[in-house]
């Protein structure tokens, strides 16, 4: 017990350190996701035959690979072609690619769940496609998709992981090398499971949160998460 | 004879703080049809469902049979088999068909062989006149017809009393005929029955015994040309009066 | 480019077949563990529906190469595995998890008249349970584990921090031989979204199979 509370004195800052590269990567992840994820979703229901297929490409080989392949892909194998990308780069491009497919999907689901009716409504009231779906729809399918969103921001700090593989700093990362310093593998990772627990618990009890407030009674929707 | 086929006990119920039953007594002859009539959540499927222990009743004692089934040292499956028991939602199991539903208490419950099941089961649906729907699920078939199949299922298992649960309240209204005709047949042919129903043509016609219930306890049982014309309490003739009025149209026979 | 498929791609599939063993054992087992702790949360009683409950909520809310590492250093200080087998035996654990929450809801789901209505006919408890509410639980779970099946086909990639010599550990080796890692990484790429491609379709197809009007 004795030897635990020195190893902790030791390993806290550095767990806190990166607790906050943890922190950054997924919020970076999430921002980069719904830039590239949102769009996307608009595309697929609303953009025609070209745009639609770019999508779906897109969010199909996202999504159908895993996420450590496609790191592994930017970080490796760009330098292929005389691309080397710094290690925190890398990490963001790809974590915010992997994100965006899953965004696209929850935000494709929304929209279509909200679609037919309120368009033929909003149509009928005379007010364009482009004016209903920025007024209409859009509205709406971000309350909808919210449920799903949450999941997709305490499924991504678990995903910030990966970056563990390259070297970044991060959470996983610094509980390596303190496995490795004081070869005490098992402590070290539960200490960091702690961690996690924590963030998550927070993070889970701030969406929460956030859900019931802009909750409208009667929009409810059901999408696979990861 | 001398002994009634189902006797309730002192039946007390609570869901928390609210008391549901307050003490029901009440006792079923063979060959009887007892209509259970009144407001609803006055307790009514409750009390029905005290009688095979789908509910506990809190206090009082159940006797089926001659068989106390509250005692915990009666095997409350094997008293089951003789207790048919219809609900209002049908509850149908929905990955089996309409002969499959029938034959599984068969093979389940009572060991009969695949064979034998299977000639009781279509049996059983040409009873309730659904020996062509045999190999349909339930999902391809309309409320009536469920209804229909899940009195089948009861009755495969040779109960010696049937609880019917408000057995027509989730049906569309010209699909009601067809299962209270089967009801009545059965009836006729002299099943004791049990049923907490709405519909006044039937209790009027086919009802042996009427029991009016409100807010947990019985007000008032009788003939129902006593419940109808000489009703002892105000409150039974003002009840039966105004369902009359909604439903009186509407019967069947 | 001939290369390609003279070199690399039967080199990295030589691999597909511990790929495939990680991802068959870790969905197998996590079958057994995820429906035998949901009929247990939903028919056990309070005290092993919390412990249960906790169990989903822990895994669940960890990442998975943490998972990974913790299980397979405790597995390790008791009992000498290879890293294949703490490898699979972890993610099936968590896969296990998950699998509990998808067979939780799909038993919840069946709806409590189904278990009066065989309650009635005299069928006991355990009855009720294998012969009919099961069979419908399983048949409403099918969409929630084809996506589940297709999460662990590319889980299955994480036991390369243990050094398992499954495909992304073999595009590695060879990437460090021939210095093209793109093609490598791609190549692996390509062979996984086949992988998830043909779980769903399969799983899909298997559902039609199943398929019960009006369940």
Redesign the interface.
Known sequence: MEGYLNFLRAAIPALNQGTVITLELTLVALAAGFILGFPAAVARVYGGRLLAALSTVYTEIFRGTPVLVQLFIIYYGLPQFGLTLPAYLAAFIALGLNSGAYQAEYFRGAIQAISSGQMMAARSLGISQLKAILYIIIPQAFRLALPAWSNEVVSMVKVTSIVYLIAVPDLMTRAKMLSSRYFNPIETYLTAAVYYLVIIGLITLVMNYIERRSRIPGLELEVDTR | MTEPIIKLENIHKSYGKDEILKGINLEVREGEVVVIIGPSGTGKSTLLRCINLLTMPDRGRVWVDGVEITDPKVDINKARRHIGFVFQDFNLFNHLTALGNVTIGLKLVLGMKAGAAKEKGEFELARVGLQDKAGLYPGQLSGGQKQRVAIARALAMDPRVMLFDEPTSALDPELIGEVLEVMQKLAREGMTMVCVTHEMGFAREVASRIVFMERGVIVEEGTPEEMFLRPRFDRTREFLGKISELYGKHQSG | MEEIFTGLLPYLLAGLGVTLAVTLIALSLGFVIGLGLAILRVYGGIFAARVIALYTL?IR???????L??MF??IA?IVNLSPFWAGSLSLAIISGAYQTEIFRGAIQSVGV??M?????????RT?AIF??IL??AL?LAI??WS?EA??IV??S??V??LGVPEI?RR??YY?ART????????A??AI??VL??LTNRGLSALERRLK????
Do not use: C, W
Not at chain 3, 61 to 67: D, S, T
Not at chain 3, 116 to 124: I, Q, S
């Open positions: 822990l809310a960890l990442p998975h190469i943490l998972m590492l913790i250093f405790v200080s008249g189904q009066m209505a065989a309650r009635t006919l005299g069928m006991t009855q012969y009919i069979p419908q048949r969409p929630g996506n297709a999460i590319k889980d990639s994480l390369y921090v992304l595009a590695q990437s210095y093209e890692p793109f093609t490598a990484f791609i692996v790429a996984y979204f998830t491609f019960i009007p009006g369940l």
